[in-house]
């Protein structure tokens, strides 16, 4: 597994198992920020950070998550 593969956010979003809304939320939040864009601009997020704001996230003990 690539941890530093650059992926749209909808396969971020997927590969970490959170929602689309998640993913947005966590992004307006600061939780996650662009590492890159694409050849048409669009925003890149790195899996690595993706899997941190998950862990940080679910380790929250304001978190639904943190099963």
């Known amino acids: 597994m690539d941890f530093d593969a650059l992926l749209p956010a909808s396969l971020a979003a997927k590969r970490v198992g959170i929602s689309k809304q998640t993913f947005n939320y966590w992004r307006k939040a600061g939780k996650i ?19 941190v704001a998950e862990r940080q ?4 003990p304001h978190s639904h998550r943190n099963v």
Do not use: E
């Not at 996230?57 to 929250?60: A, D």
């Open 57 to 60: 996230t679910r380790s929250s």
């Open 33 to 51: 920020k662009p590492a890159g864009l694409d050849h048409d601009g669009r925003p890149l997020y790195r899996h690595l950070d993706i899997l």
